[in-house]
């Protein structure tokens, strides 16, 4: 025999509904005193009863910890919103200047654009912009990526000094991604500049980005006149050797035209 008392009190905790043995019958409780109104939802003052009666029956500890649950939701609920720092300097920034947004460059960890000297050169090698490590080591091409890149090089007869390495965008994205659209196309009118003042024969870009249809006219317009060439960028050559043969083909084209 089950207790009345004991179903009211299983459902006050929250428990749900209780699975009983069909054979199990249930005596009314001597506690609550009396039989249970037949519509408890019309009238709730006889309904409370039996809630009431549960809800003192529980321990001491466990009654205040059921209140301090109850206090600890209630007070995440009223806590008010307070924005971090980095949040508020954004709303500061849409509200003052709503332009301004559109025209900032993600760096990645806030390190700066690397500065690139220009200097006369046979031939200009650009990447879409440098990594996060180049960005650190303030190098571009750093690390084995560089000596790669060098190898390469050598391989048709270019010492390192008579390349100008460059980048489309100076700056590292975050998370080491592609510049937007948006940067690219701002980069263009510098990026021929400075061709123009390395007096390259020639431009050898490095990476996938450089094989899009859409990249290919902004490449004209930095060129101009001048022959270029894409290749896998070296970090990529480091990971899929096998595209290694790829790019010997375009830098043997390359040689072929440098010694003309």
């Known amino acids: 025999m089950l207790s009345s008392r004991y179903l009211h009190l299983h459902e006050a905790l929250g428990l749900g509904p209780m699975w009983l043995n069909q054979q199990a019958a249930v005596r009314p409780s ?106 650190t080591a303030n190098q571009l091409f750093s690390g084995s990526v560089g000596v790669l890149l060098d190898n390469m090089l050598a391989a048709i007869d270019l010492q390192p000094q008579q390349a100008h390495k460059t980048c489309w965008v100076k700056s590292a994205p975050i998370s080491n991604a592609n510049p937007s659209e948006a940067q690219i196309e701002a980069a263009v009118d510098e990026l021929a500049k400075e061709l123009a003042q390395s007096q390259a024969k020639a431009v050898l870009f490095l990476g996938q980005i450089f094989e899009h249809e859409n990249q290919r006219t902004r490449m004209q317009a930095v060129c101009g006149k001048r022959p270029y060439f894409v290749i896998p960028h070296p970090a990529r050559l480091l990971r899929q050797t096998h595209l290694k043969a790829q790019a010997w083909a375009e830098l043997k084209k390359l040689k072929r035209l440098l010694h003309a």
Do not use: F, Y
Request: glycine content about 2%; aromatic content about 0%.
């Open 30 to 135: 001597e506690t609550i005193g009396g039989n249970l109104p037949s519509a408890p939802n019309t009238r709730p003052q006889a309904a409370a009863q039996p809630i009431a009666e549960a809800v003192r029956s529980l321990s001491p500890a466990a009654h205040h910890a059921r209140l301090a649950a109850a206090a600890l939701v209630n007070e995440k609920k009223n806590a008010p919103i307070v924005p971090s720092a980095a949040t508020s300097a954004q709303l500061r920034t849409h509200v003052e200047n709503p332009a301004a947004q559109e025209n900032q460059i993600p760096d990645a960890d806030g390190l700066p654009p690397l500065q690139i000297d220009v200097k006369p050169s046979e031939i200009m090698v650009v990447s879409i912009c440098p990594s996060t490590e180049d960005s």
